[in-house]
Nanobody, 127 residues
């Protein structure tokens, strides 16, 4: 059974940093793309960043480009989201998700095909 568990959220001041982790089990991370999403109060969920299984190509939404970095450690079955220069508008629940490995050729920013989700971790950026 595929399982994803996020951790690393918390309260941080503007300009600070957090590193989120997405630990996966029930499948081998090597063959799966992982996406990070977030949902702020009163807003729709949005895709933030993703990393493909093959060659580890990455994508970032314009709102986080240059501030967030996604990486994966297949040996640890974990994907990370390093978040720097955090802003109050980054406040949200952050989720990691994955999709069927049969979609491997599809660009990872096709957000609508992610079907396995973690429970989320809260990130609050406030002074």
């Amino acid at each position: 059974q595929l399982q994803l568990v996020e951790s690393g959220g918390g309260l941080v001041q503007p300009g600070g940093s957090l590193r989120l982790s997405c630990a996966v089990s029930g499948f081998t991370l090597d063959y799966y793309a992982i996406g990070w999403f977030r949902q702020a109060p009163g807003k729709e969920r949005e895709g933030v960043s993703c990393i493909k299984s093959s060659a580890g190509s990455t994508y970032y939404a314009d709102s986080v480009k240059g501030r967030f970095t996604i990486s994966r450690d297949n040996a640890k079955n974990t994907v990370y989201l390093q978040m720097d220069s955090l802003k109050p508008e980054d406040t949200a629940i952050y989720y990691c998700a994955t999709r069927s490995p049969q979609l491997g050729a599809l660009a990872c920013w096709n957000w609508g095909v992610y079907s396995y989700w973690g429970q989320g971790t809260q990130v609050t950026v406030s002074s």
